[in-house]
């Protein structure tokens, strides 16, 4: 097999954090190229700009493309009418109408698009989905908190608008939570606190509710000092669950399932691999929706100032 | 041919200006019940609840929903399980999601959903929508301005949260930009002004862009005094389309083109009597996707306080 020639687009600390080792550790592609303005990565090519890119390595077929979401559509729209195949990084985009056209756009021209969810490749996720399956659920209870000066140091992006706030890191949760439920939830309310002088949200508590009136709630803060919770516990007619470790850890009523840890980004890679194999998409838009809706349906509240 | 029995849930303001003249205008249906808590239209049997007006009226297999979007989801659910086909007024609920798993449940259950859209039956529409299919568009500038004390008088809801505000209207707006535009658009930014006493906003300003980098704005206003003005322009290569009056009138380069007016509400009964008889949904989510998208983008400017 010959490795697919790809580019990374924004390298920053998700990009050298995550992409480049498990790029590195899988045989399916090749680190060809990147594109960035503060430095690339040693030893491989790195252009100022996506359109330079596109021009000068016709072999690069494939980008993945891990900026802020703001800039994101540009890139992105760029590389799939120039026919490259397209990877993006959580959230796939600023808005929700931007990815349904990049997801036409894409079925058009015949190339792959997927939209990533890294959380949904935690080593518990898939065991969580297949013993819910069959399951009458009660009740679902999410708590995802961190501290946002040690998760996102210098991220300024992450306070303007469309930067989403602590629905950066809850998107994580709600990508692990649409993936496991066995049926679909809503948003029935929202509470979103915003420090008054940020453009996006420091805590959110959300309230969800479903075809058969499940009770699930959700609170999100980037207040959280002294290790950072990141679970979901569901309750059914058949024991509780819950995912935690940001769903890398697995109980059963209190006892461990052993799990298989492949890690986050390979899981997205070799997802990724087999979506250029079978040259299909993966485009779920479902835990981005769930953030507008808050954004559309929360009730504001304003707390005190947040300095880095 | 047989009436479809029709029964109307809400009996408000929109459903006796609009909703109720249309029907007693449609061979198609006969209004053989309504579910409203304060009174309902006379000679017509009303009931306090959807789930007594489904469990006592089998032979009433449609339901018109014309609450506000917020108590909506429940209602649409209870009708779909019960297998009636549902009519959802605009917007079609308080979040993006809740429609999705309506849809589905339609699809499941066989009935037919329709997201209604009353602009996109204005009678101008269809004739802009067909006059730009084949031009390359340079600009685009929506202007949607109304007085909230005339066109809302004591509606509650519209300030809460789900009620959407100034985008109660200006989804009217969208929903006639996304039927008319050629090639699909999203935000790029917005600026939302919300009063200070207030949960949703009284103005808002939108920037759209598209594939091919059209310059698209929109102005939507609760402020505006002396007269609406509801009308979007459309600069091409080879001429300007107006749309005037919410789409009632249509001139290109300032010149009126003839329309035939059949109105907006029974445009849309006369739609859903074909998807009766054909057995299919209509649900178009774009106009609401942009509505959340500027919430979960926008920035958020704060004004004086708003007293009816």
């Not at 501290?147 to 469309?162: E, M, S, T, Y």
């Not at 996006?200 to 499940?214: K, S, V, Y």
């Amino acid at each position: 097999m010959t490795a697919t020639k790809l580019a990374i687009v924004g390298v920053g600390k998700i990009a050298r954090d995550q992409h480049i080792p498990a790029i590195a550790a899988d045989p399916a592609f090749e680190l060809a190229a990147t594109v960035s303005g503060s430095g690339g990565v040693e030893g491989v090519e790195n252009f100022a700009t996506v359109d330079a890119l596109l021009e000068a390595r016709p072999d690069v077929t494939a980008l993945s493309l891990c900026m802020p979401p703001v800039p994101r559509f540009a890139a992105a729209f760029a590389a799939i009418a120039n026919g490259r195949h397209v990877m993006l990084e959580k959230p796939p985009g600023a808005t929700v109408a931007e990815v349904l056209t990049l997801d036409g756009l894409a079925r058009q021209t015949g190339v792959s698009l997927f939209a990533t969810w890294h959380s949904r490749y935690a080593a518990g996720v898939e065991p969580a989905r297949e013993w819910l399956a069959d399951k009458p659920i009660r009740r679902v209870r999410v708590d995802w908190k961190e501290d946002v000066r040690k998760w996102h140091p210098g991220q300024a992006w992450i306070w303007q608008p469309g930067g989403l706030g602590v629905f950066d890191p809850g998107i994580n949760a709600l990508s692990i939570l649409t993936e496991i439920m066995p049926l679909p939830l809503h948003l029935s309310g929202a509470e979103l606190t915003f420090p008054e002088n940020r453009e996006t949200p420091i805590a959110a508590d959300l309230t969800f509710t479903g075809p058969d009136g499940i009770d699930a709630t959700a609170g999100f803060d980037w207040r959280q000092e002294g290790g950072e919770i990141w679970q979901i516990e569901v309750e059914t007619d058949q024991g509780t669950l819950r995912l935690e470790s940001g769903g890398a850890r697995l109980t059963i009523d209190g006892t461990d399932r052993p799990l298989e840890d492949d890690g986050e980004y390979p899981g997205l890679y070799r997802r990724f691999a087999t979506l250029l194999a079978d040259g299909g998409s993966d485009v779920d838009l479902a835990p981005l929706i769930h953030v507008a809706d808050a954004f559309m349906l929360g009730r504001r509240v304003t707390t005190d100032a947040f300095h880095d």
